[in-house]
């Protein structure tokens, strides 16, 4: 090796000539010197079995070669939602995002050197609140799997009761999820029915369910499968009327025109923010909404909190971190979550998408996908042996497609449409096996009518050629 | 060098808000999509409230804030147990690739090869960093990662008929996070005490463990930045016990190649991604947590893990005794990959120097700081320490009233930022500083005179120290009206309207 090779490019104090100075300052003979009261029995004089380091170059090449295997969903065209949606990101978001001032920044413990983040935290609580019509939002959660986890605690925190109902139809990693941050706190997880011509949460069902041990009920809208819930008021009604606390779990871009949590009569909102400006990535990081209504909720709320001040002299303007004593760092064991490191730049893409887009934009938006899904419905219908939807109800944005009738398996349509450079539907069958061979379809504004022929032709071939 | 930060003061964005404006359009050009595509009774009644602003003044908006916002590309940010080491630009660059950016997790896995591939080797490459058989993703924080660390040992034990077991043991110098995740996921905290020379107390850890001992969470280094060199002994007390040992990988930038955490005895090792391996902490997240488990505990990682059978990458889901989900699809993949690329710059040797002289720029700064005058290094004072060191302002305090808080308000004059204040709680006036390994000798020796000046405006009783900071955005800030009830405002609608 080289002698310039052996100084890191990340590393100034690398070079040898340099250490020395410090070490000499120091009077320590050696780096090894530092490092002698590990005890001999557990130091790895093998140094680390992992390949060594490649130049910047040869990474780059390296990952890339490996990335270039990847179809991504520019590659293919992609009707996969159920959780993480395609949209397009305004470059505007990208742009500010990579600015380091933001990008490598930690948490604001030091408010006055941090106020950037802090206002911007500040306006992503407010637009939130603004899109939920809710009182209160906090700074942002993992996602909104572990926000409905957070909110299922905050419920039995508030009422002092022990069991959370979800509807049947939930996302299954949501729930699954769900399931992690209710066994320790010994939470009962109770499904109530929905319609199985609606899709609607069955109203009988969940009178025989609530009870005084109900802390909260959870309503989705839309629902995982995209249908709206027709008895969403009722429902609201019931658990209010129980004393129990409803929660409500919402995609944001649906607010653009949908009744909103508030509206619905929502205690705590949760979500997911991916749609609002943030790449799909894999599935993540991804972007937990959360907000509350009414003081008494808020001292529960988890997570940081950011609120508007001013500067000691009264005389400007400023932001810092809110009613902290809820948090690890300083209640520790007695926290209301162990939330410590968020999803804070996401929440600044979604404040900048929110206002980018607007009332009118984010309104359009919605009714461009509420017109999309309107068009695949319609396209998808035609074709023998199809059902789209499976329920009876008003869907945004996604839909189940059943093709029980057709003869052939969801996993074997999607072969078939890989083949054609399409990536069909999630496969329902595993997760909701009463459905029968249903995939779930998800329609954005990154889908053009053109594309739904496509699908709709594909689909025709694979099916036999045949319409209805 | 003098700083001093922008002060645009700024209005919110809302203000900026005139009606008719637009900063994007979602919908082609050519398309009308009106509100009559959706059925009246679904529709909000009330208007939607967000501002009306063009594309320019959300990116002058942005930018002018960005300004007011402190990183680790603007200077020296040696926040102890944080890690805020360079983010190399190639890591960002990468991760930013369309083929990353665009992919959706559920996508048939013949078509996600490439980056299956990649979440394998980061995964194999981070397990054999800290000793450990086999790694999980998916947790997207640290706290995340220590949460599902807490559900393995819950499960493993409950599997072995060892459901009574409901205590987890804390040292005293523990992270906030460790306690509130223990009592999250149930269990009881136990604290013990350090001994004088800064490490666990044995003797309190053997009146402590028993049982009802689930396990012991530990960070090592610890966050004196001391090796807890009884580590061994530690391990063994707990196992003897029936508990198992949880490594807090917070502090792992001072060993990487030095000692592994599975060598010491640790079954379940959490690392923070958005720390050691140097991806962007953006304000406060995204992170992410992977966790480690020795061979006992790997039947019990989340689904699904990264597998490879010789010819393909997959997704397995077939675990019959996992935990399940801890969050929604596979972990923060663009984080992970960023480390990844890392870890690939870094390599084996590069790792160790990176420890090294993390090791070395903590300890250099240590020296020089404890010679300041009202500053001292409490526990251990012979004793090297790791990645980073606790200083003690508590006779600044005593002979000057100045206290480390103050001390840190007006090192923002300076452009750094200040170490992380009142942490660990077994430290007076603690300051707690981890300078890392991407830090040069000068910005070390600025800090150096930086102390030096604070001293002595200290005890020259200076108004210049007591009004600080002056260089910032804004002066310092009344941190008591943003708590109190009644001047609270936590949106721009507060106090709100729905209340």
């Known amino acids: 090796m080289g002698w310039l090779s052996a100084v890191h490019p990340y590393i100034p104090n690398s070079d040898n000539g340099i250490r020395k100075r410090l070490l000499e300052e120091i009077g320590v003979g050696s780096v090894d010197q530092l490092f002698q009261d590990i005890p001999n029995s557990i130091r790895s004089n093998a140094g680390l079995a992992i390949p060594r380091k490649l130049s910047e170059m040869e990474t780059r090449r390296y990952v890339e070669a490996s990335l270039a295997k990847n179809q991504s969903t520019r590659d293919i065209l992609s009707f996969l939602g159920a959780g993480v949606w395609p949209h397009h990101v305004p470059a505007a978001i990208d742009s500010i995002i990579s600015r380091g001032e933001f990008l490598t920044s930690y948490t604001p413990y030091q408010p006055e050197i941090s106020q950037g983040m802090l206002q911007s935290m500040f306006e992503y609580q407010s637009l939130i609140c603004d899109l939920t019509e809710m009182d209160y939002a906090n700074a942002s959660l993992y996602d909104w799997s572990t926000a409905l986890g957070e909110a299922a605690r905050m419920t039995v925190r508030v009422t002092e009761r022990n069991e959370f109902i979800v509807p049947h139809y939930i996302h299954p990693e949501r729930l699954g999820t769900l399931k992690n941050y209710c066994d320790p706190a010994e939470i009962q997880i109770v499904a109530v029915a929905q319609d199985r011509r609606t899709g609607a949460v069955d109203l009988s069902d969940l009178r025989r369910k609530v009870s005084d041990r109900t802390a909260g009920v959870y309503l989705e809208w839309p629902s995982f499968l995209g249908f709206m819930d027709g008895s969403c008021d009722e429902v609201a009604d019931l658990a209010h009327k129980n004393g129990s606390l409803l929660v409500v779990g919402c995609e944001p871009t649906s607010l653009g025109s949908l009744k909103t949590p508030g509206e619905l009569g929502a205690d705590i909102a949760v979500g997911e923010g991916q749609p609002l400006g943030n790449h799909m990535n894999y599935g993540g990081p991804l972007l937990g909404i959360f907000a509350c209504k009414g003081e008494g909720l808020l001292r529960h709320m988890p997570g940081r909190i950011i609120g508007s001040t001013t500067t000691q002299d009264g005389q400007q303007v400023a932001y810092c971190m809110a009613l902290q004593t809820r948090e690890q760092h300083i209640r520790r064991g007695k926290a209301t979550s162990n939330i410590c490191t968020n999803e804070t730049l996401l929440a600044l893409a979604a404040a900048m998408y929110l206002s980018l887009l607007g009332p009118a934009g984010l309104a359009e938006l919605s009714a461009i996908i509420a017109k999309r899904t309107a068009y695949a419905i319609e396209q998808l219908s035609t074709l023998r042996g199809v059902k789209a939807p499976e329920f009876d109800a008003f869907h945004y944005m996604e839909f189940t497609v059943n093709f029980d009738r057709a003869g052939k398996k969801v996993s074997e349509i999607n072969e078939a449409l890989l083949e054609a450079g399409i990536q069909g539907g999630l496969d329902l069958s595993k997760h909701f096996p009463e459905l029968g061979q249903t995939a779930l379809y998800c329609f954005t504004e990154v889908h053009t009518e053109r594309d739904i022929d496509m699908l709709r032709d594909e689909l025709r071939v694979i099916l036999g050629g045949q319409s209805n | ?499």
């Open chain 2, 1 to 499: 060098m003098t700083f001093a930060q922008a002060k645009w003061n700024e209005p919110s964005i809302n203000q900026l808000s005139e009606h008719g404006k637009v900063g994007y359009h979602a919908v082609p050009t050519d398309e009308r999509a009106t509100v009559d595509f959706i059925p009246k009774t679904l529709r909000r009644s009330r208007p939607l409230a967000l501002p009306e602003v063009s594309e320019i003044e959300v990116i002058r908006h942005y930018t002018r804030l960005s300004q007011e916002n402190f990183g680790v590309d603007l200077g020296l940010y040696p926040l102890g147990s944080c890690t805020m080491k360079y983010n190399p630009k190639v890591c960002d660059l990468i991760a930013a690739s369309q083929k990353i950016q665009e992919l959706h997790p559920y996508q048939d896995q013949k078509t996600v090869q490439g980056i299956l591939a990649l979440l394998y080797e980061a995964s194999d490459r981070l397990a054999k960093i800290v000793g450990v058989e086999k790694m999980t993703l998916q947790p997207a924080a640290g706290a995340q990662g220590e949460y599902t660390g807490l559900m393995l040992i819950r499960a493993y034990q409950h599997d072995r008929n060892e459901g009574y077991r409901d205590e987890i043991i804390v040292p005293d110098s523990a992270h906030g996070t460790n306690p509130a995740s223990a009592a999250m996921a149930g269990y009881k905290v136990v604290e013990v005490r350090s001994n004088p020379s800064g490490c666990v107390d044995t003797d309190a850890l053997k009146s402590a463990v028993g049982r009802r001992t689930a396990g012991l969470m530990i960070t090592n280094p610890n966050t004196l930045g001391i090796f807890e060199h009884e580590i061994l002994e530690i391990a063994g007390l707990v196992h003897d016990a029936g508990g198992l040992l949880y490594y807090d990988g917070a502090n792992l930038n001072a060993i990487m190649g030095k000692a592994k955490p599975g060598d010491m005895g640790f079954d379940i090792v959490h690392l923070n991604l958005h720390k050691t391996f140097a991806t962007p902490h953006g304000g406060g997240g995204p992170g992410s947590g992977p966790v480690g488990v020795t061979s006992a505990l790997t039947s019990y990682l989340p689904v699904p893990t990264v597998e490879f059978d010789g010819k393909k990458y997959y997704l397995d889901y077939n675990k019959p005794k996992t935990i399940g989900k801890i969050r929604a699809f596979h972990g923060n993949v663009a984080v992970v990959l960023r480390a990844y690329a890392y870890i690939l710059l870094h390599g084996a040797e590069g790792l160790e120097t990176a420890s090294d002289v993390a090791v070395l720029n903590a300890n250099y700064l240590a020296q020089k700081l404890r010679r300041v005058k009202g500053f001292s290094l409490p526990f251990a004072e012979g004793v090297p320490r790791k990645h980073e060191f606790v200083l003690s302002a508590s006779q600044l305090l005593k002979e000057t009233g100045v206290s480390a808080l103050q001390v840190a308000k007006r090192l923002l004059d300076f452009g750094v930022h200040p170490p992380t204040v009142y942490f660990p709680l077994i430290v007076e006036e603690a300051m707690m500083m981890e300078p890392t390994e991407t830090v040069s000798k000068q910005e070390l020796d600025a800090m150096v005179r930086a102390f030096q000046k604070i001293s002595d405006e200290a005890y020259a009783a200076s108004d210049r120290l007591k009004t600080a900071p002056h260089a910032t955005s804004v002066t310092r800030i009344d941190e008591a009206k943003a708590n109190r009830p009644k001047t609270m405002k936590l949106t721009w609608r507060s106090p709100p309207t729905t209340a």
